[in-house]
Nanobody
Framework: QVQLVESGGGLVQAGGSLRLSCGVS????????MGWFHQTPGKERDFVAV????????EYEDSVKGRFFISRDNAKNTVYLQMNDLKVEDTGVYYC????????????????WGQGTHVTVSS
C-alpha cells in the first residue's frame, strides 16, 4: 500500500517561497505519476502540478507556471513542490497524490493521497 506524507507548509509573506515535501512509502516514487493539488474551504481540490513516472515531463496549472516547480528525489523517495513568488491566492491546503494512471491523477481521481499541509500567504 502506498502512503504519502506531506510536510513543509506554513505561514509566509506574499512574494516569499516555500518548499513542500511528500515522502512516499510502499513503492518507488520513480514508478508513480506524482502530483500536487490545492484546496481552499468550500471548493474542490484543484490540480497544481504533475510529474510523469520515470520521466522529467511535467505539467502545471496556468496560474503557477514560472513560479512553482515539481521535482523528485529517487534516493529519498520524495517529491517536492518548490513554490516561489507566493501570492495570497495560493493560500490553502496542498495535497500530494499518486497513481499509476496519469489521467486519473491529473483529474483528481488518484488512488493515493496524503493528509495535506497548510500554506498561508499573508499580504
Amino acid at each position: 500500500q502506498v502512503q504519502l506524507v506531506e510536510s513543509g507548509g506554513g505561514l509566509v509573506q506574499a512574494g516569499g517561497s516555500l518548499r513542500l515535501s511528500c515522502g512516499v512509502s510502499g513503492r518507488a516514487v520513480s514508478r508513480l505519476h506524482m502530483g500536487w493539488f490545492h484546496q481552499t474551504p468550500g471548493k474542490e481540490r484543484d490540480f497544481v502540478a504533475v510529474l510523469w513516472s520515470n520521466s522529467d515531463e511535467r505539467e502545471y496549472e496556468d496560474s503557477v507556471k514560472g513560479r512553482f516547480f515539481i521535482s523528485r528525489d529517487n534516493a529519498k523517495n520524495t517529491v517536492y513542490l518548490q513554490m516561489n513568488d507566493l501570492k495570497v491566492e495560493d493560500t490553502g491546503v496542498y495535497y500530494c497524490a499518486a497513481d499509476s494512471v496519469m489521467s486519473e491523477l491529473i483529474n483528481g481521481r488518484a488512488n493515493f493521497w496524503g493528509q495535506g499541509t497548510h500554506v498561508t500567504v499573508s499580504s
